[in-house]
């Protein structure tokens, strides 16, 4: 059983910044991609970034130089930074860990029971 839990959301004014993180514990070999992911009331569940183990990055455009995404590879965590917070930020953020490799020789996706940001104008 693979878990993933967050922490780090809340309560910004416009121009703020928070830092999120996601630790994924269990039985696991390795992780291939980790990423982060936001849902909007009314809205559909969207890509904010993701990273591989390599290091390689992915951004939406919309947080493109405003978020970093970075990753523990030992510890099996995934962080987000996010500066210049806008009130279109405010969201529920999800963690994600895909093409996970566990004990049991399986590759599967993993996703977080979300946390929320909410950035007040």
């Known amino acids: 059983q693979v878990q993933l839990v967050e922490s780090g959301g809340g309560l910004v004014q416009a121009g703020g910044s928070l830092r999120l993180s996601c630790a994924a514990s269990g039985r696991i070999f390795s992780i291939n991609v980790m990423g982060w992911y936001r849902q909007a009331p009314g809205k559909q569940r969207e890509l904010v970034a993701t990273i591989t183990s390599g290091g390689t990055t992915d951004y939406a455009d919309s947080v493109k130089g405003r978020f970093a995404i970075s990753r523990d590879n030992a510890k099996n965590t995934v962080y987000l930074q996010m500066n210049s917070l806008k009130p279109e930020d405010t969201a529920v953020y999800y963690c994600?860990?895909?093409?996970?490799?566990?004990?049991?020789?399986?590759?599967?996706?993993?996703w977080g029971q979300g946390t929320q940001v909410t950035v007040s104008s």
């Open positions: 994600n860990a895909n093409d996970v490799l566990t004990v049991t020789f399986r590759r599967e996706n993993y």
